[in-house]
């Protein structure tokens, strides 16, 4: 990952166009995108996702267009307990009503 500072003067970076990560759903909340505990190398990027809604609700995750390589379903500790539905390079999944769910990312470099 790369970091950048933000001091706010011009030009400044307009909320509409820039993003590391967007979530298709307004009701799937982006909890947390950070390097996987096991490294960034060895386990990629933990991302976490909370449902708000009271119903199950299928979102799509994206970063650039075709940037995920691959995906796997984790517990919150990140232990992998399954593969994740990669679509056009995008994370495509459902989550339950009320729900956090945490995915292992592996990014195109």
Do not use: C
């Amino acid at each position: 990952m790369v970091v950048g500072q933000v001091t706010g003067e011009e030009p400044f970076y307009p909320d509409v166009s820039y993003g590391l990560l967007r979530v298709s759903d307004p009701n799937v909340l982006l909890w947390s995108l950070k390097p996987a505990e096991d490294g960034i190398e060895h386990a990629g990027i933990a991302l976490r996702v909370w449902n708000m809604s009271g119903k199950k609700a299928r979102f799509v995750a994206s970063m650039k267009p075709g940037s995920i390589l691959h995906a796997m379903r984790a517990t919150h500790i990140e232990t992998p307990t399954g593969p994740a539905h990669i679509v056009s390079g995008n994370l495509d999944e459902t989550t339950a009503a009320n729900a956090m769910e945490t995915y292992l990312l592996t990014l195109a470099q």
